[in-house]
T-cell receptor, first 114, second 114 residues
Framework: NAGVTQTPKFQVLKTGQSMTLQCAQD?????MSWYRQDPGMGLRLIHY???????DQGEVPNGYNVSRSTTEDFPLRLLSAAPSQTSVYFC?????????????FGPGTRLTVT | AQSVTQLGSHVSVSEGALVLLRCNYS??????LFWYVQYPNQGLQLLLK??????LVKGINGFEAEFKKSETSFHLTKPSAHMSDAAEYFC????????????FGTGTRLTIIP
């Protein structure tokens, strides 16, 4: 099993550009989530999904969109990048109890917005 | 609303010494509590979690944590530090009972002194 994979690993965007961060898991997990990690702030939940076709907002959803058309994939879209979105982004997945189960994290995407 | 406070953003201990990382939580309902570890340039990995039952929880790599309701604490300990324990450690608490979201603390970076 590859676990949770994320692409790209690094990305530099200009303000106003859009892009999609990819996340895929091969563990047949229902629950998937996106976090951002900023220095001194820990991880903050952006969006999450409890299954295909179901998504919900987390703590910091503004400026981000998600969709879940399959169990395996959970892409995160930045609509119009802003410097405040410079961060490390982690995708995670877990089994039927969601975040109360062990979450498996991807290796992260380091995004810089200039 | 739930919250987590990790005392000490940086902790240094000598190799072979006791590791103690502090976590206090606030929750309006019986919490689920977690410790995750992040090694450099990697995603997070679950160390241990408390749900119900025994208040002393043992995790991977010789770590353990004790849930103390009266002190609203869930401190992480390891009797003898190893160089490989150098990492960042995050405490997390579940959202309202049955909700599948976690609130993470700001993290504690553990340095091991040879």
């Amino acid at each position: 099993n590859a676990g949770v994979t994320q692409t790209p690993k690094f990305q530099v965007l200009k303000t106003g550009q859009s892009m999609t961060l990819q996340c895929a898991q091969d563990m047949n997990h229902e629950y998937m989530s996106w976090y951002r990690q900023d220095p001194g702030m820990g991880l903050r939940l952006i969006h999450y999904s409890v299954g295909a076709g179901i998504t919900d907002q987390g703590e910091v959803p503004n400026g981000y969109n998600v969709s879940r058309s399959t169990t395996e994939d959970f892409p995160l879209r930045l609509l119009s990048a802003a410097p405040s979105q410079t961060s490390v982004y982690f995708c995670a997945s877990s089994d039927f109890q969601g975040a109360l189960d062990e979450q498996y994290f991807g290796p992260g995407t380091r995004l810089t917005v200039t | 609303a739930q919250s987590v406070t990790q005392l000490g953003s940086h902790v240094s201990v000598s190799e072979g010494a006791l590791v103690l990382l502090r976590c206090n939580y606030s929750s309006s309902v019986p919490p689920y509590l977690f410790w995750y570890v992040q090694y450099p340039n990697q995603g997070l990995q679950l160390l241990l979690k408390y749900t119900t039952g025994a208040t002393l929880v043992k995790g991977i790599n010789g770590f353990e944590a004790e849930f103390k309701k009266s002190e609203t604490s869930f401190h992480l300990t390891k009797p003898s530090a190893h160089m490989s324990d150098a990492a960042e450690y995050f405490c997390a608490v579940s959202d309202d009972f049955g909700n599948e979201k976690l609130t993470f603390g700001t993290g504690t970076r553990l340095t091991i002194i040879p």
